[in-house]
T-cell receptor
Framework: QKEVEQNSGPLSVPEGAIASLNCTYS??????FFWYRQYSGKSPELIMF????GDKEDGRFTAQLNKASQYVSLLIRDSQPSDSATYLCAVNSYGNKLVFGAGTILRVKS | DTAVSQTPKYLVTQMGNDKSIKCEQN?????MYWYKQDSKKFLKIMFS???????INETVPNRFSPKSPDKAHLNLHINSLELGDSAVYFC?????????????FGQGTRLTVV
């Protein structure tokens, strides 16, 4: 079992729709969770982090965490073509090591 | 002013050569990392240093040797390069290694071994 799993996609959504990106993780002791966005040929950049169960909103982005289900998600409302990128879920795991999922490719069509 | 900078950005070299990638951060962070991103975009940690001390050493061939002369610099030296070493190598830094803080990434070094 991979430590952090994501559906590779691509996930295609029309402009203005809600994009839902999901991630599961294996280490029950994980305490911190991050979503990074990576444009093609660029470096990852942090979008959001979440530590507690529930929802955390920042502008058009909402991160959701369910530690019991070992599940974290990212919702992007009013998706824009500029949101088209690879979204990487990262989990602090096994001794303060930031482990990344393989990423989900998001395509927003105008 | 770039926060985490790597050089070179591109590196093309022949099998068997030895090469180095340099990384510097001006954020005042204590912790620095090397990550490898393969052709499938999977980003995997290789090494982590905190204040010049090695704290994470993943299962990486010993041809890869990191060196941290001070907490603002973390270099990666690779001996006897192989075709499978072709990837993008990212340097990153964070305030500490608690796991509660974000990592800031450099622009990456695309290594191509021919």
């Amino acid at each position: 079992q991979k430590e952090v799993e994501q559906n590779s996609g691509p996930l295609s959504v029309p402009e203005g729709a809600i994009a839902s990106l999901n991630c599961t993780y294996s280490d029950r002791g994980s305490q911190s969770f991050f979503w990074y966005r990576q444009y093609s040929g660029k470096s990852p950049e942090l979008i959001m982090f979440i530590y507690s169960n529930g929802d955390k909103e920042d502008g058009r982005f909402t991160a959701q965490l369910n530690k019991a289900s070992q599940y974290v998600s990212l919702l992007i409302r009013d998706s824009q073509p500029s949101d088209s990128a690879t979204y990487l879920c990262a989990v602090n795991s096994y001794g303060n090591k930031l482990v990344f999922g393989a990423g989900t490719i998001l395509r927003v069509k105008s | 002013d770039t926060a985490v900078s790597q050089t070179p950005k591109y590196l093309v070299t022949q099998m068997g050569n030895d090469k180095s990638i340099k990384c510097e951060q001006n954020l005042g962070h204590d912790t620095m990392y090397w990550y490898k991103q393969d052709s499938k975009k999977f980003l995997k940690i290789m090494f982590s240093y905190n204040n010049k001390e090695l704290i994470i050493n993943e299962t990486v061939p010993n041809r890869f040797s990191p060196k941290s002369p001070d907490k603002a610099h973390l270099n990666l030296h690779i001996n006897s390069l192989e075709l499978g070493d072709s990837a993008v190598y990212f340097c990153a830094s964070s305030q500490d290694y608690s796991g509660w803080v974000e990592a800031f990434f450099g622009q990456g070094t695309r290594l191509t071994v021919v």
